[in-house]
Each structure stands twice: as C-alpha cells, then as structure tokens.
C-alpha cells in the first residue's frame, strides 16, 4: 500500500482558484478568488479548497505567509526543440529592419546540424526556465527540422520533456523544396506525417504570405486529423488573412497570434468557444509589432489565451508573467482577465480541464507569489516575483527556502 502524504497550504492572502463556484469566492467572478484561504494537496492532486483554518487535518503544513497562490501557468504554445540562436537578427531588427519569416530557415539549419543531446539539452533547459517562473505546463513544436527525419526526431526529443506535443512540419516550406512547394505539403501529409504522428497530439501550420496559404493549410490540418491529430493554428499574425477562419472551420484548439483580425474574424471566434484565441504578446513585443486586440476579442465573448511563443526568432522569452503584464499594459486586459487567460485559458487551449484550476480533483501545479496579490504580475512588470511552484504535488527543489 503507498502513502500520500497530505499538505495544507495555509494562510494564502488571496487565492485565484479560477473556479467560479470555489467556497469562499464572490459569485459572477471568473477568477474565484478566495481572501485569506488554504488548499490541502495530497499526492498529485487539490483534494480540499476553502477558508484557512478550517481545513480537514493533514499531514503536513505550509505557511503561505498571507502571499498570493494562483494555479501554475499554461503555455499552450512554444517552440523549443532548436539548436543555435538569433541574437544578430533580433539586433538588426532593433536597429530597424523589419521581421519576416525567412529567418526560421536560419535556426532550422543550426537544428539539422545538432546532436540529439544537444537538442534534449536544449528543451530541458528552457522547460526548467520556465518552471522556475511558474508554468507548470508548457506544450511545445516541431518545425525547425523540416525533414522526415529532422521533424520526427524533434518531436520524439519534446515527447521526453512535456505530453503536450505539435507537428509542425508546415511550418516554412524546406529549403529544398523552395522551387517546389506543392511538392513539400505532399511530405508533411504524407512520409513527414507517417513518421511524425505517433510523437505528437496536435497538428499546427504557419499560415501566412510566406508560408502556407488557406488552400496547403487545410490540406496539412485536414491529414493530420485523418491521422488523430488535433489542429491549432498560427493565424494572422504578420497580414490578414484566412488562418483564424480555417481554425474555426476545422474546430481547430486553437487560433494562434490573431493579431489582425477582420470583423468576420472576430465573429467567427465568438461563435466557436472551442476555438481559443491564443494571443502571444512576446512576438509583437520581440519583433516590434503592433499588439492583438485583447479587448476586441473579449468583448466579443471570444475564448483567450495568452502564452509565450518561446522560440529563438521572434519571442525569445519563458515568461508568463512578461505576457500578463504586457496584455494589461497594452492589450486592453484587466488584471483579473489577463491571469485567467494565462492560466485557464491555457488550459482550454489544449482542451484540458485537470489543469489552469484549483479545486478538488485538479493536478496541484500551484505558483506562490512573493506579493499579496496576482494583479502585481501586472503591477510588477519584470520583477522575479515567483516564490514557490508545486508541479502535480511536488514542490519544485531549491524552493522550500522561499518558506517564511
Ligand atoms: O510563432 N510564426 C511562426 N513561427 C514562429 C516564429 C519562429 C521563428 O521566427 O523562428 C512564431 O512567431
Ligand atoms: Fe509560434
């Protein structure tokens, strides 16, 4: 028989449940946000919320010290199997010169040439930066291999690190195949896919000038779901164009970037909840780009996200909480809004609902802030405010001296 052990966190100045009927919380509130409250956990999991002092016994007790405790992050969209990276690039752009797509062919040369471990490394170590500032779940790409071999191994690397894993193959047209590109989507559907299903869960397409338009987008999506694959999108980030349409048309997971939207895009978006629109502030920020629309998509009633785009071109940042505060700053988001979206909005991105909360049966993946409140993720821009993060119960080491 195992023991699991339990552990009440206790003395939590605010608690962000994200569950609108948590004990405690004020009704109508989204964010379930309960004052002056505890949470017992016990094994992997939230088996108890409600008002300190009245929690069930335990076997253990963590004093929050009246800080701020939010469900971990969820980064629904990154890209961290590469190798090399594009610090030339970033400082041309910042002196000027414009972003454009063309760069991916710069990381994917870099990734072809390095070793499996030095991928793997790669992965671990952005993972762990992340981690480290709270997120707690992080799905991540494909797409800087471009070969049978290159994509497939790449997925296989991300598969060690995190469940949560994407075919990318469509994400520029191969090198190889720049004369020939209705010759490049007949492999990612084709060889590229046989070899590439097996590692992933979802199946994702850059459909951009540039890239891939409407009609060689859904061709890749539509292969890859024959295959069991889940579509998401990288929609309308660079020009209009038909990507967010497309995602909800396929009932994609999600919609990514959205950050020029027509009205008909907009629309679209709010009649299909189940496609969120997953909004990545780092690439406008790291390119120098106007920023989405938050506010547009709300008030239409859209379903949003916001994650970090983590790659070495356009979003070289982890950090969740620089997503927040840059949403409230500059994309129309409350506070209460942008932290939502950070965490459970995440979580809707990849159709999970075990985590991006916590109530009784969802995984303990919870992030203590050094601040009374979450609205300081916003209030503190760049500040390391991450105190402690407990991934599925675990408390991450290192941290157990962030205790008071
Ligand atoms: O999400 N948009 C396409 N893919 C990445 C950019 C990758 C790169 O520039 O290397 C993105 O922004
Ligand atoms: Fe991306």
């Keep these: 028989m195992t023991t699991r052990t339990s552990t009440v966190i206790t003395h939590i100045g605010t608690l962000v449940t994200n569950d609108g009927d948590a004990a405690g919380g004020s009704p109508g509130d989204p964010l379930g946000v309960v004052e002056d409250a505890a949470v017992v956990i016990e094994g992997d999991r939230v088996v108890w919320v409600g008002a300190a ?18 469900p971990g992050f969820v980064d629904s969209h990154s890209h ?6 594009r610090t030339q690039e970033f400082h041309a752009r910042m002196s000027g010169r414009p972003y454009s797509a063309g760069g991916i062919r710069t990381t994917v040369a870099a990734t072809r040439a390095a070793t499996d471990a030095e991928l793997s490394a790669n992965v671990a170590r952005y993972l762990g930066e992340a981690l480290r500032q709270g997120t707690t779940t992080l799905e991540t790409k494909s797409g800087y291999g471009l070969t049978t071999h290159d994509e497939a191994r790449s997925l296989r690397i991300a598969g060690e690190h995190t469940d949560e894993v994407t075919y990318l ?8 195949f720049a004369d020939d590109p209705a ?31 409407g009609d060689q987008a859904r061709a890749v999506l539509s292969a890859g779901a024959a295959r069991g694959l889940i579509p998401r999108v990288h929609a309308n980030q660079l020009s209009h164009g038909p990507g967010v349409r497309l995602a909800v048309e396929l009932d994609a997971a999600s919609a990514d970037h959205c950050t020029h939207l027509t009205d008909a895009d907009v629309d679209a978006l709010a009649s299909a909840p189940a496609t969120v629109a997953t909004l990545l502030p780092g690439a406008e920020f790291s390119t120098r780009a106007v920023y989405p629309d938050a506010r547009r998509l709300l008030d239409a009633g859209a379903t949003v996200a916001l994650s970090t785009d983590c790659n070495p071109g356009s979003s070289f940042t982890s950090s969740m909480a620089f997503c927040v505060a840059v949403a ?11 932290v939502y979206a950070a965490t459970y909005g995440g979580a809707r991105a990849l159709r999970r609902t075990d985590i991006g909360r916590i109530s009784p049966g969802a995984r303990a993946d919870l992030h203590l802030l050094d601040a009374p409140s979450h609205v300081h993720l916003a209030y503190r821009p760049g ?3 991450t105190a402690a993060v407990w991934r599925g119960g675990l408390l991450l080491d290192g941290q157990a001296a962030a205790q008071p």
């Design 383 to 385: 500040v390391p405010l």
């Design 53 to 70: 002092g009245k929690e069930p016994a335990t076997d253990a007790r963590y004093d929050a010290g009246g800080r701020a405790l939010l």
């Design 328 to 338: 409230v700053r500059d994309m129309g988001m409350t506070p209460d809004e942008a």
């Design 183 to 213: 010759a490049y989507v007949e492999l990612v559907t084709g060889e590229m896919l046989d070899a590439c299903a097996p590692h992933a869960r979802w199946i994702d397409v850059f459909c951009e000038r540039g890239a891939f338009d």
């Design 169 to 176: 193959g469509a994400h520029v047209v191969a090198p190889e």
């Design 80 to 85: 961290l199997v590469f190798a090399g990276d």
